[in-house]
Structure formats: structure tokens, C-alpha cells
């Protein structure tokens, strides 16, 4: 009976502790073949392992979010957010390192590896604050051209040419049709559902997503505030821009998402790349 | 029973009367020829209108038909695929149902030398666009695109929203000759156009009058970014984008727009000015401009207007090979000044007719036309 109502006290606790989110992501970097293209990744993995991963979670305005960052590399990385965390943020080789911050205002934001074999290999994700009560999907734009992944892992270079020019462009570091695969690209949901997309774009370049079928309202977006409260089909991403949408989709149907900059959707052959679905149930 | 049929029928014949149905016919052609500023004619593939009683072909160029519908229209668009490849039309930002979205791998692809029938409503008054999206990225870039323009209530921008005495469509896009993977830019466009082709037509020339509201509808349509730079006297303010009301409208004096996108901006300039819009192209991949092009303004004073009603004009200005004047005055002198007030020629005018000032010397002109004087620049 005791323990009983102990375990139901700590229950009760742990519940109470709420404005605390804990995780643990591993640094890893290896080569993955995106539709044929053998190319370089650096990834904030959730499991102890290298996989093909753009990590993304929900936060309410305040909590408190405790990062525990494995680096599995054999390179030294850190763990940064702009304006948030900057400084004292050096993961070595092998060493765990735990952050803890919070937002104090909705809206979305970029983590990443502030070197140069980071971000621009995939070391990136998203954390949502805010928006807690809607159905939450996650696109992380992301661009890479092949040879380059090879030199900057190799530490060969450590600066983007200005002739940069990607052959593989990704959503959660996926090409179309395996973007349709992940839960967090796939748009899922009922006419008149609200549906809210996170969107960053962690790529070497601007991309302007075109939605077919629907409009969706700009609620935040972290590069062009002239853009937050209208209703677009096709709006841009600068590079390190983070933005939220809300979709209220009013007809039901598969419809495609994709960066009009029409390079982007031919990763592997057409339709490929920079591609995603709405899929709308009556 | 009868009576329930009865007021079905009536029921059916209301709503067939508050829509207006709109029929368009398009047709794909892929060995059209555009000629490129510098005289190149390259191999385009591009939508045309044709007749639908007779099956001929009319004009098909780059863009395609810029095609003009209002808010309320039921639109039917005839689609015929007179060519060897599959193609589509994809209306971009109409928010159409899934079959009639034009993509081949969630609606459908329309055959070699097959047809179909594309349905939608017109919800939104805006900007929008067609294009094929069978292997977008040639079928696109290789011409098969067009504006689309809704109208709402007779000269306002949408309901509640400010009005307008004329309007101009300027759709950008650009062509590479190496469609696939090469991006070197050949082309930069505007309506089709670059460099001196852009002052060529009349029609593509912004004429307004002092303190009027000028409406343009500005269209990206290409693979590079464009900035669209507005002259302080213009007095830009952005309206609208991708057919909705921004929620605060504000001036501009660049105005930048990605692939895809499009945006509504009204100008009102209280100043005379003579002079361009330009529109620079930037690439996706680097932080430099390519190309710039020109959208030719002439600001005129109100009470010339009301005097002698536009009779004559006089375009491009700058000017640097060719000169058009235009009047509708038969019989009408022109003299040419210098700034020193020396008579260079006159002429005795009517109708259109294009000279070739390419052995003027760059600087200012006055063309004495009526009681009028019109400045214009000569620069190379
Ligand atoms: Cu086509
Ligand atoms: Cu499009």
C-alpha cells in the first residue's frame, strides 16, 4: 500500500514537473546515398546511431529544454542557436555536454554545428515554442552539392565556392519520394483541420516553396517580417531562415509542395528533390 | 414529386445563372521560334490560342495567352496537345481541386495528341499563373508558362481594397540554352522581352498621368530572383500578392520576387518623370545581379492630358537605336530642338513611324509637339 502510493506521488511529480524538456542527440558523420548521389552528412541523430534524421520537437513558451548532446564525430562540433546560445558551446570528440535554455516567445529556431563540417552537412534541427494544440509537421530545407560534402568532411575546404551548385536538395534530408516516407514532411489531415508547419531552411541557398492546392498563412518568419500575416501559395526561404505556416486546408486531396526554383525538384531524375505532399481527408 | 423536380430545376438554373461560364482554348506547340534580343531565334515550346469551330492554330508564343478572367467565373479550358509529348496545364496559386491541379503523378498527364478539359471557379481576384508540369523544369523553362489575371469589381484591386485607372502585366522569367544542368543564364525576360525590346511596343510602355493610380501586376515565373526597383517619384505602394490582400500595405522602393511568386503594386506619381523601372536578376545560387531590364515610365502632367488627350507619343525614352512617335493627329508638326534651342529637323507626321537615331549624339532632345515639349534622352 506504502509503495504504492509512493510510485503514485512520484507519478503525481513527475507530471507537475512540467516546463522541463529533456533529450539526448548524437552527433554522427557518414555518408548516405540520397537517389543515387553518395553525399556527406553531419546529423544530430536521436538514436546512438547514423541515420538520416532532421531532429524537430514542440516546446511550450518557457519551458525549459535540457539538450544533452553525445558527439560521436572524431571532430570537435558545438551546439548553437542564434541569439541564444553562442559562446561555451564546444562539444569535443567523445564528450557529452548538456544545454539547457528556453524561449520566451512563440515561433521556430534553427540548432546547429557552428563549424564548418556542421551545418553545411545536415548538423541542424528545429524547435518549435508554441502552437501546442495543433497537429505539427517539420520541414528542414536543406541543399548540398556532392563534392563539396566530401571536402569540407575531410577538412580539404571550409568555405562554400562562389560557384556552389547543389545536385541534391532535401526535406528532412530526404529527396522525393522518400520525403512522403517521413511523418514529419508528409502532410496529413481533415478539411477545416488547423494544420501547422514548421519550416527551416538550413541550405547554402534561398528556396521558395510552392504550395498547390491551398494558401497558407505566414504566422513568423525569422528573415522577413513583411511576410508574417499573409497569405501565400509561393514564398521564399533565405538561407537560415526559420518560419512557421498554418494551413487550413478547405477541399480535400493530394497535393504537392515543392521549391520553385525548378533545380531543386530533379534530385535523381524528375519529380525528385525538394518535394512533399498534402494529403487531405474529406 | 413534380413540384420538388420543379424547384430542383429552377434551383440548377439560379446557379448555372450566377456563374459565368468562360471557355479558353489553348493548344501546345513545341517548335515555335522567339527571337532573343540580339537577334538569336531559338526553338521554344509554348502554349497558343486556336479557334475552336475550326481547329486553326492562332498565335502561340513566349509567354503563352495572357489570359483574363473575373472574380465568380466558371472557367473551362480546352486543352489540346497537338504535340508528340505529354504536357499539362498546372494553374499556379488558383487553389484548383486535385484533378484539375496538372500534375502528371497526382491529376494526370495529357497525352501525345490527346485533349482534355481543365474546370475551376475563380475565388480570388490576383495574379496567378499557368505552366506545364510535366518534367517542369524543361517543360517550364523551355516556354510552356503564361500570366493569368482575375479581375474583381471594374477598376479596384478587390473588394474594400484601392482603385486603379489603368493597369500593365509584367510576367519575368529567364531561358539557359542549356536547359538541363548547365545555369548559365542566357536570357533574362520581361513579357517575353530583353534590353532595347522592352521599349519597342506601346503597349508595354507605362503611361500615366500625374497624381492617377497605375496598377501593375508583376509576375516571377523564371529560375532567378528578381528586384523590381522603383523610382522615388512613383510613389509604389505594395497592394496584394498571390491573389490576397497583404494585411498592411506598404511603400516600396525594391520589391523582391522568388520563382513563383506575385505580387499587386500601385503606383501614384506626383511628379512629372521620365524614366525606368528596372528589373535586376539575381541567381538562387550567388549573391550577384546578372541582368537588368527596363520597364519604361513616362509621368505626364495632368493638364496635357486634359488639353490634347495622349495624341502623340514619343517612346523609348531613354532611347538609344530607335525612336517611335505615334499620333494620332494627322498632319501633325514635330520639331526637334537641341538644349541650345537649335532646330535639328521637322517633321510633318501622322500615324507611327520608327527612326533610326542611332547617329544622334547622346544627350537631351526637345520634341516640340503642338504647344507641348516632350524631353528625351538619348543615351548608349
Ligand atoms: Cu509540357
Ligand atoms: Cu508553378
Redesign the interface.
Known amino acids: 500500500m506504502y509503495k504504492k502510493l509512493l510510485s503514485f506521488l512520484l507519478f503525481i511529480l513527475s507530471l507537475t514537473s512540467w516546463g522541463q524538456f529533456s533529450d539526448t542527440l548524437f552527433i554522427y558523420k557518414d555518408s548516405a546515398d540520397i537517389r543515387g548521389y553518395q553525399t556527406t552528412f553531419a546529423i544530430f541523430s536521436s538514436v546512438d546511431s547514423f541515420r538520416i534524421e532532421s531532429y524537430s520537437t514542440n516546446v511550450s513558451v518557457g519551458e525549459t529544454i535540457n539538450l544533452t548532446i553525445i558527439n560521436r564525430d572524431t571532430l570537435p562540433h558545438t551546439f548553437t542557436v542564434d541569439n541564444i546560445i553562442t559562446t561555451g558551446n564546444i562539444i569535443n570528440a567523445n564528450d557529452t555536454v548538456t544545454f539547457s535554455f528556453s524561449f520566451n516567445l512563440p515561433g521556430t529556431h534553427i540548432f546547429y554545428s557552428d563549424v564548418s563540417y556542421g551545418k553545411n552537412l545536415g548538423a541542424s534541427g528545429q524547435i518549435l515554442v508554441g502552437y501546442e494544440n495543433y497537429p505539427h509537421f517539420y520541414w528542414n530545407l536543406f541543399d548540398q552539392e556532392v563534392a563539396l560534402s566530401h571536402d569540407l568532411a575531410l577538412l580539404n575546404t571550409s568555405a562554400i565556392p ?4 547543389p545536385e541534391v536538395y532535401t526535406i528532412n534530408f530526404n529527396s522525393y519520394p522518400q520525403t512522403i516516407a517521413d511523418t514529419n514532411a508528409l502532410v496529413v489531415g481533415n478539411v477545416s483541420d488547423t494544420l501547422i508547419i514548421s519550416i527551416i531552411n538550413t541550405g547554402k ?4 516553396l ?1 504550395f ?4 497558407v498563412e505566414i504566422l513568423f518568419h525569422s528573415k522577413n517580417n ?1 511576410m508574417e ?8 526561404l533565405e538561407v537560415d531562415a526559420a518560419c512557421i505556416v498554418r494551413l487550413i486546408p478547405n ?6 509542395v515543392h521549391d ?4 531543386a ?2 534530385t535523381g531524375g ?2 525528385g528533390g525538394m518535394i512533399t ?1 498534402i494529403n487531405i481527408s474529406p | 414529386m413534380k413540384k420538388i423536380l420543379l424547384i430542383f430545376l429552377m434551383v440548377l438554373s439560379l446557379h448555372s445563372l450566377a456563374q459565368n461560364v468562360k471557355h479558353v482554348f489553348l493548344y501546345t506547340k513545341m517548335d515555335a521560334k522567339h527571337t532573343f534580343y540580339d537577334g538569336t531565334k531559338a526553338e521554344v515550346w509554348v502554349y497558343g490560342y486556336y479557334d475552336p469551330a475550326t481547329h486553326q492554330k492562332l498565335s502561340a508564343s513566349l509567354p503563352g495567352p495572357f489570359l483574363e478572367f473575373n472574380v465568380g467565373d466558371s472557367v473551362i479550358i480546352h486543352f489540346w496537345n497537338d504535340t508528340g509529348e505529354p504536357h499539362t496545364i ?1 494553374l ?2 488558383l ?4 484533378p484539375n ?1 496538372g ?1 502528371p ?2 491529376s494526370y498527364a495529357v497525352a501525345a495528341f490527346d485533349s482534355t478539359t481543365y474546370h475551376f471557379n475563380t475565388d480570388h481576384p490576383g495574379n496567378f499563373l499557368y505552366h506545364c508540369h510535366v ?4 517543360h ?2 523551355k516556354g510552356m508558362y503564361g500570366g493569368i489575371r482575375v479581375w474583381g469589381n471594374p477598376n479596384q484591386l478587390f473588394s474594400g481594397g484601392p482603385y486603379f485607372y489603368q493597369s500593365s502585366d509584367f510576367i519575368a522569367s529567364d531561358v539557359y540554352t542549356n536547359w538541363n544542368t548547365d ?1 548559365f543564364q542566357d536570357y533574362f525576360l520581361i513579357n517575353g522581352m530583353q534590353n532595347q525590346q522592352t521599349g519597342m511596343y506601346q503597349q508595354d510602355i507605362i503611361y500615366v498621368e500625374e497624381d492617377t493610380s497605375y496598377l501593375l501586376n508583376l509576375f516571377n515565373i523564371g ?1 532567378s ?1 528578381t528586384d523590381f526597383i522603383f523610382p522615388n517619384e512613383l510613389n509604389a505602394v505594395v497592394h496584394s ?4 490582400p ?3 500595405i ?1 511603400q516600396t522602393d525594391s520589391l ?1 520576387i ?5 505580387y499587386s503594386v500601385i503606383i501614384k506619381p506626383s511628379m512629372y518623370y521620365n524614366g525606368t523601372i528596372d528589373v535586376k536578376y539575381k541567381s ?3 549573391d550577384q545581379y546578372h541582368h537588368t531590364n527596363q520597364i519604361w515610365v513616362n509621368i505626364f502632367p495632368s493638364e496635357i492630358k486634359e488639353e490634347k488627350s495622349i495624341s502623340t507619343i514619343i517612346y523609348p525614352n531613354p532611347a538609344s537605336e530607335y525612336l517611335t512617335v505615334e499620333s494620332l493627329i494627322k498632319d501633325q508638326e514635330i520639331t526637334v530642338f537641341d538644349t541650345q534651342g537649335k532646330i535639328l529637323t521637322q517633321l510633318i507626321f501622322g500615324g507611327k513611324n520608327t527612326y533610326d537615331i542611332s547617329n544622334w549624339k547622346p544627350g537631351t532632345y526637345y520634341f516640340k509637339i503642338g504647344n507641348e515639349i516632350k524631353p528625351i534622352v538619348i543615351s548608349r
Open positions: 562562389s560557384s556552389y551548385l541557398m534561398a528556396h521558395a510552392h498547390h492546392g491551398y494558401h513583411l500575416g499573409l497569405l501565400k501559395d509561393t514564398f521564399p477541399q480535400s486531396g493530394m497535393y504537392p520553385h526554383n525548378l533545380f525538384v530533379n524528375y519529380p505532399m | 498546372h499556379h496559386g487553389d484548383v481541386d486535385q491541379d500534375v503523378n497526382t518534367h517542369t523544369s524543361i517550364l523553362q545555369i529560375y530572383i500578392s498571390d491573389g490576397r497583404l494585411p498592411s506598404h523582391r522568388y520563382p513563383g511568386e506575385r538562387m545560387f550567388e
